[in-house]
């Protein structure tokens, strides 16, 4: 398979990109993260914080995924990230969530937890089946109606004859609760916002929150130390807009990153922490040839796909364009709650778009001859392929021009 498939082609110490099978890659990472912080190895360390950096900027999908090559299961080329044919396998996100713990712990910056938290609910979470009987191997941004890999259809199966991420998704899941919260100096941080008691640091805190689906947060302590110590709530990077109060003094903005506050505390005291959830639409790299024009949507951490179930009836999700009229500030997205069959609990994210029907090859203009607008409805990422197993896509064409100051840049 090579050198660069085993990463034997140079040090890693020097190595600047992530190459290779991506499993033994990030496995390797967390190795390198290790020895780093056992020995002191300040230089190993940034070697290793270097080539994470890389792989966000240019070798991850939106999903938090790894892998854009079936061949050696392998990354690709920078910024070959086509959603179609998409690697991403199971064991790859859960290494990598690995990894970032790893590079979380040695640096205490609040972008690792961010990035455990993307994997978590999105190339993570899409693994499992909402039944949790079938499992993805490969877990693509977009799956075409005809799609066949050999004899398979690409739907979740109950088994692998390489069975790999059936037990990997179930030793992650087993050992959840250990990447919550940690202590640093006289400090307890809370990385991931999920319903939890947690111990450490003098601490007893109780953390109640219905997140992803709404947004507030509600940590209460329950014991507390005898003297002054720090209380950290991560905000994600994408909260922007997020708010705090602290029991009954006024509401005060929380930046992204980690929220900090530092007193005497009291058994009682609340931190209720309103992370901002607002639907929010994501342009790639303009370098991603494979997703170039298009946009996706995301709200909160999930990361939102348009499943052919969804749609109006007629409608082709592949015929679909996201509508941004030009002259308008923003493209309208709306969200709702609701239960759907095989699917349970959800928020749809809906989008004005147009229902595109020219030839497959012609000019611009017979590709918007007799388009009509449509509504397009997105479910979260990790709950596709509940129902019908038709088409699925994350990323959308887009039509017109998306002068919106509310897009941002992201790998793919
Ligand atoms: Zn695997």
């Known amino acids: 398979m090579g050198h660069r498939y085993l990463q034997d082609h140079m040090p890693a110490r020097t190595s600047p990109t992530e190459v290779g099978h991506v499993v033994r890659a990030l496995y390797l990472e967390a190795g390198v993260a290790d020895v780093a912080a056992e020995t002191g190895d300040r230089e190993l360390l940034a070697s290793s914080v270097r080539r ?19 061949s050696d299961e392998g990354f690709g080329d920078r910024f070959e990230l086509p959603p179609d044919r998409a690697y991403n396998e199971t064991c790859a996100a859960i290494a990598s969530f690995h990894w970032s713990w790893r590079l979380l712990l040695a640096t205490g910056e609040a972008k690792y937890a961010d990035h455990m938290e993307r994997i978590l609910y999105n190339g993570f979470g899409a693994a499992i089946a909402g039944d949790g009987e079938r499992f993805f191997y490969v877990n693509p941004l977009q799956r075409r109606e005809d799609h066949f890999e050999k004899d398979e259809p690409g739907r979740r199966r109950s088994w692998f004859s390489c069975a790999c991420c059936p037990p990997n998704i179930m030793r992650l899941i087993a050992s959840l609760a250990n990447y919550f919260a940690t202590t640093s100096g006289d400090t307890l941080y809370l990385h991931q916002l999920t319903g939890a008691e947690i111990t450490g640091g003098g601490f007893t805190i109780e953390v109640s929150t219905r997140y992803p689906w709404e947004g507030q947060v509600q940590v209460m302590v329950t014991a507390a130390p005898q003297d002054e110590r720090g209380l950290a709530v991560r905000v994600p990077g994408w909260a922007t807009g997020s708010r705090y109060r602290l029991n ?29 959830l607002t639907p929010r639409l994501t342009l790639p790299d303009r370098r991603v040839d494979a997703v170039r024009g298009c946009v996706a949507v995301e709200r909160g951490p999930l990361v939102y796909c348009f499943e052919q179930a969804d749609q109006p009836d007629g409608v082709a999700v592949d015929d679909i364009a996201i509508l941004s009229a030009v002259g308008q500030p923003a493209i309208t997205l709306t969200e709702r709650a609701l239960t759907l069959p095989g699917i349970g609990q959800t928020v749809q994210v809906t989008a004005v778009a147009l229902h595109l029907r020219g030839t497959a090859l012609g000019t611009e203009s017979d590709a918007g001859r007799d388009a009509e607008p449509v509504t397009a409805a997105a479910i979260p990422y990790f709950q596709w392929d509940n129902r019908d197993g038709r088409a699925m896509r994350v990323w959308m064409p887009l039509r017109e021009s998306a002068a919106s100051g509310k897009l941002r840049s992201v790998a793919g």
């Open 52 to 70: 994470w950096a890389d792989m966000i900027a240019t070798k991850t999908y939106l999903t938090g995924g790894n892998g854009s090559r079936h």
């Open 248 to 276: 009954d003094e006024p509401e005060q903005a929380a930046d992204p990153g980690y929220l900090l506050l530092r007193r005497m505390w009291r058994p009682g005291d609340v931190i209720v922490v309103d992370i901002a």
